[in-house]
């Protein structure tokens, strides 16, 4: 068995006095899915932001147990912006940097100094097709993109995500803002992008979830409640809490 | 038979509504006399300034003690003054401003960094002319000059930078700069690629600002080398570039406080001259930052 | 479909040189943000230094007393008194006479520009009010000597055209505009939400002003009134022309005074550094720095105290 691509051991966090996560340990296998599941407010996003220490960006806020990255702990990696850059970050709010939709995409290579016009070219179309909004905004490339849809803005994010070649993709509820078949399509390119990138869903759609998610990991209340095979979750699920909550009886 | 129509006012309806007509015109009435008389005072300082205005006024040798000639030692006094006082606080106070919206961690210190830039922002400008003897001239022993006339506008001038760069950050959403850090991006990078390019006219307007106040302090400079006369080369880069960094110097405003008190024979329009000058000026800087503002609330990016 | 992806090399890249900038530049910038907090501790420092060599010698209370005395003969060499007694009331009368000038006009015209005007005479009073604010403090002093001061002898019986009243109309005008600023915001401050609710229940304009906002904005209204006191206090150059500099108590409106400001910029020229004429000008501005900052921290406490409740 290989290790796991990502563990996380006993993790918590504060903000303040206030405990978002109480001690959250989990792994996910390399080019595996893993989907987390829960009610809003349970601590998933802190626990996205843990993962690549955006989290210090936040006064009072602080962390307890470990993260590790192929077994190394992220909190050891000296250079926080190469730990950043090995992981990709959707969150739910579509943001699109007041640039250009090309300037967009291509903000993080160029921090890391590509300025190669062919390779930036090729890698903004790649990102945008993964994105699925290439067709819509291929003409007008130098459009600022904040000016697109909300649904648009949220493919940008991806899109940008996805121009770091991450190891490690985090989407935190991507398809909030954007319409099913869209849904869909971005679904179908995750499945093909697991060929290359460990994929961390938080969703509180639990079909999608069921859908696309290797393994899934439930949190309610700050806690982690359960987290095994995705069928099994579903089908047998060890707690009487997590049953009730992917058939939607709460939450 | 009293009618039921609730759409017609009742007389308490038609009182409370005299009320307000009333409160609304009288308030537009203090607001009116009080820009008129500004503005007749302006238009009275023009007026009796036209005399005195020529090209030779402007680029003329100050003689007889103001009573003659131009202004053309203080206008440049007062060009290099500002220059010089921009060079120091603009970079310090822009700094300082992004270090407090972007970098200060929400404790006591940084509290404490906030108060401190209220504070100086009262202190009175005497007080900052007094600050600028004591420690430049007195401990460091500097001399009396340009340079330490332009730090000491630079202490004063150094919260109003500090206040209106935090307010032109403040504008960028934070959104914009948790997608940078989250994209690998550090705080510096994210501060120069999205956040900086778009408080830039904020910015901006701040230190016009701090121009058109730097322009027209008279107290901070007046013991800090300040003179009434000195003598400019008639020609040559000497007459552009007049004062060295440690020259006495004059300056515009402190050449309307000379001769604004009683001096035997000087004639009204070469005062009132003075005056205008520095007036349109400031003035003039001041639309300036108004039309960079304006043109910057058209132009919407996000 | 070919994928032309980088090679994964680019992405390694750990540590390019844009990431070790990061940290010389965060010690420049946090330098930069230590500046105010280091200025006035200097500036407190640096003024009570110079002042130091004669606080222990004056004689504070005593019938030639700093505080008790108007008898200000700072530059003898044998038996110089320091009594700022006169400057003082001076400085509060003036800023007095200002603040019944400003006060009024200022709140009206906020209240006027805020809550009546159209958008576009909105726009058009504001450039008309940072004109005033534009106005540099010596150009109030010259206007106060040539125009307001021929003014006051014609009509209000003055025999010397620069006096108090001189004195606190310049300073009126100069505070107007801070106190408009200040006062719009704390309107502006108030949420929207209470202007509906209050029209929803059918108050008319004048009533939402004065029922609903004066109380919500009242402790930012207060601050802009205070900030304008500290403003007019403080001034120095339109007082040092407008007031006479006479150092006597004032009997009537038309009486010329002078101030602690006015003092120090008159007499600060002819003081030999280090002499005890020099410090004298230096305690007077460590009271004045005192005053000042008393006031200021105040008005922020004031506002700070209306944030938290709301």
């Known amino acids: 068995m290989s290790p796991a691509h990502l563990e996380l051991r006993d993790l918590s966090v504060w903000y303040g006095s206030k405990k978002a996560l109480d001690e959250v340990s989990f792994s996910v296998p390399r080019h595996h899915v893993l989907g987390i599941v829960g009610p809003a407010n349970s601590g998933k996003s802190s626990l996205l932001k843990t993962i690549n220490r955006t989290l210090e960006f936040i006064d009072h806020a602080r962390t307890e147990g470990t993260v590790l990255l192929d077994g190394e702990n992220v909190r050891d990696i000296p250079n926080v912006y190469s730990l950043r850059r090995r992981i990709g970050m959707v969150f739910p709010l579509p943001v699109g940097l007041p640039l250009s939709i090309y300037d967009n995409v291509a903000y993080a290579p160029r921090r890391m100094g590509i300025h190669h016009k062919p390779q930036l070219d090729a890698l903004v179309e790649n990102c945008l097709r993964d994105a699925v909004l290439w067709d819509e905004v291929k003409d007008r490339l130098d459009l600022l993109g904040t000016k697109l849809s909300g649904g648009q803005q949220q493919r940008l994010t991806l899109a940008r995500a996805l121009s770091l070649e991450p190891e490690i993709l985090c989407l935190d509820e991507f398809s909030i803002a954007i319409d099913p078949v869209t849904t869909m399509k971005i679904e179908e390119v995750l499945m093909r992008l697991k060929e290359r990138m460990t994929i961390i869903l938080v969703t509180n759609l639990t079909q999608q979830a069921r859908r696309m998610a290797d393994a899934v990991a439930f949190i309610n209340a700050s806690q982690l409640v359960e987290w095994g095979p995705t069928e099994q979750l579903f089908n047998q699920p060890a707690k009487e809490l997590t049953g009730r909550y992917l058939n939607g009886e709460f939450g | ?302 | 479909m070919s994928r032309r992806t980088p090679s994964r090399g680019w992405r390694a890249t750990l540590s390019s040189a844009a990431d070790w900038i990061e940290k010389p530049i965060e010690a420049l910038i946090r330098a930069c943000g230590w500046s105010s907090i280091v200025l006035v501790a200097a500036i407190f420092c640096f003024v009570f230094w110079y002042a130091a060599p004669l606080l222990p010698k004056i004689d504070w209370l005593g019938p030639d007393g700093f505080f008790t005395s108007t008898n200000w003969h700072a530059k003898e060499r044998e038996g110089a008194t320091y009594g700022v007694l006169a400057m003082i009331i001076g400085n509060f009368a003036v800023a007095a006479v200002a603040m019944v000038i400003a006060i009024p006009f200022g709140l009206a015209a906020a209240v006027y520009i805020s809550e009546f005007a159209g958008p576009r005479s909105k726009e058009w009073f504001k450039v008309g009010i940072e004109i005033l604010a534009a106005i540099p403090s010596i150009v109030w002093g010259f206007i106060a000597i040539t125009m307001i001061g021929p003014l006051l002898i014609k009509y209000a019986g003055a025999t010397m055209g620069t006096n108090l009243l001189n004195g606190g109309i310049v300073l009126g005008l100069m505070s107007i505009p801070l106190i408009v600023s200040l006062a719009e915001d704390s309107l502006r401050a108030v949420p929207d939400s209470f202007r509906e609710a209050a029209m929803a229940l059918g108050a008319n304009r004048w009533e939402i002003v004065y029922r609903v906002l004066f109380p919500a904005a009242r402790s930012g209204l207060l601050a802009a009134c205070m900030l304008g006191v500290g403003r007019a206090i403080g001034e120095t150059m339109a007082v040092l022309l407008a007031t006479g500099n006479k150092n006597q108590i004032p009997t009537s409106l038309t009486d010329p005074i002078t101030t602690l400001t006015a003092t120090i910029a008159s007499e600060m020229g002819d003081a030999e550094a280090g002499s005890p004429h020099s410090q004298s000008l230096f305690t007077i501005g460590l009271l004045l720095l005192v005053i000042t900052c008393a006031i200021n921290l105040t008005a922020n406490l004031v506002i700070r105290g209306n944030k938290r409740q709301s």
């Open chain 2, 1 to 302: 038979m009293s009618s039921a129509n609730p759409f017609i006012p009742s007389a308490y309806e038609l009182d409370k509504e005299k009320r307000a007509q009333l409160a609304r015109w009288s308030t537009l009435a203090v607001t009116v006399a009080l820009l008129i008389p500004v503005a007749l005072i302006l238009t009275l300082i023009a007026l009796k300034a036209q005399p005195a205005l020529s090209w030779e006024y402007l680029t003329g040798d100050v003689s007889r003690s103001g009573a003659a000639g131009g202004i053309w030692g203080p206008l440049m006094g007062t060009f290099y003054l500002t220059l010089l006082c921009l060079a120091i606080v603009a970079p310090i106070g822009i700094l300082a401003g992004v270090y407090i919206h972007e970098y200060a961690p929400d404790n006591a210190f940084t509290r404490a960094i906030m108060v401190a830039v209220t504070s100086l922002a009262g202190v009175p400008s005497i007080v900052h002319a007094l600050f600028g003897l004591g420690a430049f001239v007195a401990t460091l022993g500097m001399p009396k000059g340009l340079l330490t006339a332009a730090m000491t506008l630079s202490v004063m001038t150094l919260p109003v930078i500090i206040t209106s760069t935090r307010e032109a950050l403040s504008s960028v959403p934070k959104n914009f700069r948790e997608a940078c850090w989250n994209l690998g991006a550090s705080r510096w990078q994210t501060i120069r690629t999205i956040v900086l390019p778009n408080s830039f006219g904020g910015i901006l307007t701040g230190v016009i600002l701090v121009i058109a106040r730097a322009a027209g302090e008279t107290a901070p400079i007046m013991f800090m080398g300040a003179v009434m006369w000195l003598r400019i080369a008639p020609a040559g880069p000497e007459r552009l570039m007049p004062y060295g960094l440690n020259d006495e110097f004059m300056a515009l405003s402190n050449h309307l406080n000379l001769i604004s008190k009683d001096i035997p024979g000087m004639p009204e329009e070469m005062k009132f001259g003075s005056a205008l000058v520095l007036l349109s000026l400031i003035l003039f800087i001041n639309g300036i930052a108004s039309l960079v503002r304006l043109r910057l609330r058209r132009r919407k990016r996000w």
